[in-house]
């Protein structure tokens, strides 16, 4: 049996939103074809890739790996599609954009490498800021486009913006600590052990607002905005750590591992995505930016109307790799 683009985009989409429902919504199909393209997936690669909650999905260790090269392919397969619709010419321009320090260290670099690859004449200018001085920088025109996090977006009345990728938040924590015993923990369990909180972008008091939730408060016994001091605490054994997906990695600077486990309760993923003023025309530089990262992060560009055939079905892909 063969693994089809479909199968691909439906699991990709179920794992950034975290529920099939809504990335049934997304893709404009039924939330069985969600459930039966992930199964078939499943089967084929011989893994469970996401895990089912009373809350929706979360993707297990082998989904982790297999998002990761998911979203490569279809990258690369909407950039092959998207070069036989561009223009003879080469765009030429500048791009003024603002990034958040979690996305300049973890996300932006590999995606600016492959734009400015196949878009050799376009200048990028990147400003990194807290995000209220990026929001500010994107009202005033000082900036074309943010790459942020979105989650935590304020002025949405002056700007307008776009998820690319939602991370899920897990608990970050040592081989050998209690909670590591169970595949799943709760935010009161959390709580009764010492805790590193990260402050930088907004993470505090974004974490904050989870706890505050569920009436709880974690034993904080270390503030840092550097994400490996957190990292090196946490595989010592010093604490345990909420943190996303996206800046986890499986060992510390001296090469201590960490793990991870799910959390039952409702925990916020950390959103990253584009921003841009309401009101403003993009340039076609910024416009090619824009559409690139759609491409990069998805593999799908911005949503359009179903393709329909007899009775109003939508159109599958039938490509196979």
């Known amino acids: 049996m063969s693994v089809s683009l479909k199968q691909i985009r439906y699991f990709v989409a179920a794992a950034e939103t975290g529920r099939i429902s809504q990335a049934a919504i997304d893709l404009n199909v039924s939330q069985s074809a969600v459930t039966a393209a992930i199964q078939q997936l499943e089967a084929t690669v011989c893994a469970r890739l996401l895990e089912r909650t009373p809350n929706g999905v979360t993707v297990t260790m082998e ?6 090269q998911g979203r490569q392919i279809l990258a690369a397969v909407a950039e092959a599609v ?20 979690t996305v300049s260290g973890y996300f932006l670099p ?38 942020m996090l979105v989650s935590n977006l304020r002025d949405n009345a002056m700007l307008v913006s776009e998820t690319l990728l939602r991370s899920p938040r897990r608990l970050w924590l040592a081989p050998e600590h209690p909670l590591t015993r169970a595949e799943r923990v709760h935010l009161a369990e959390i709580a009764t052990y010492p805790y590193v909180m990260l402050t930088v ?14 009436a709880l408060e974690p034993k904080t016994v270390f503030r840092t905005s ?13 604490g345990i750590a909420i943190l996303s997906d996206l800046i986890y990695r499986p060992w510390s600077l001296e090469g201590q591992r960490i793990e991870t486990r799910i959390i039952e309760d409702e925990v916020p993923s950390m959103d990253v995505g584009l921003a841009w003023r309401r009101d403003t025309k993009l340039s076609e530089a910024a416009r090619a930016f824009l559409d690139f990262m759609r491409f990069a992060v998805a593999g799908v560009g911005p949503a359009r109307p179903p393709v329909s055939l007899d009775h109003g079905h939508r159109t599958e892909e039938a490509i196979e790799i």
Do not use: C, N
């Open 110 to 147: 590999r995606h600016q490498m492959r734009f400015q690859a196949s878009f050799p004449g376009i200048t990028i200018e990147l400003f990194e800021a807290p995000r209220d001085v990026l929001e500010r920088a994107l009202v005033d025109g000082a900036l074309d486009l943010a790459v």
């Open 63 to 68: 989904g982790s790996r297999f998002l990761s």
């Open 226 to 238: 550097s994400v490996e001091a957190v990292r090196s605490m946490v595989a010592g054994g010093m």
């Open 201 to 214: 972008d907004e993470a505090k008091h974004t974490s904050m607002r989870y706890w505050t939730h569920a």
């Open 82 to 101: 998207r070069s036989t619709h561009m223009s003879a010419g080469p765009l030429f321009g500048t791009v003024r954009i603002g990034v958040t320090y």
